[in-house]
């Protein structure tokens, strides 16, 4: 009983490891897209300031969308996530 009740400790102690860890990690494509790229693009892609970004995947892979995050374009500022985030947001484009 002594074992099980030390073995449920450690198992939590993992689990609490394992969310805090998460809590860390970005956010996921809708999130960042939302935050960082929604003012230009529009809340669904449509468009505003920036071009539309719906069906994107026709036009861009997913290393030139990297690409365009990474070093902006005539009217959008670069820089805008850092390379893990470009990343994420880049797939989540490409499934749209
Ligand atoms: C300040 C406004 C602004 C923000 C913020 C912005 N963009 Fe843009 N984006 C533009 C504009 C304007 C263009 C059109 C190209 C140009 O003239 O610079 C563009 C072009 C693009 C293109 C190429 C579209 C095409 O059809 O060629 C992609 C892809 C893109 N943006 C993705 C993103 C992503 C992803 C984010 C968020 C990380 C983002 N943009 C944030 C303004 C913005």
Do not use: R
């Amino acid at each position: 009983m002594k074992q099980f009740f030390a073995f449920s400790v450690l198992i939590l102690l993992f689990l609490s490891g394992c969310s805090s860890g998460n809590s860390n990690t970005a956010m996921d494509g809708q999130s960042l897209y939302k935050k960082t790229c929604a003012s230009c693009h529009g809340e669904n892609l449509q468009g505003a300031v920036g071009p539309t970004l719906v069906n994107i995947k026709s036009k861009y892979s997913e290393a030139d969308i990297e690409k365009i995050i990474s070093k902006g374009s005539q009217h959008m500022p670069a820089n805008l996530l850092d390379s893990e985030d470009s990343k994420i947001v880049a797939k989540w484009l490409l499934t749209k």
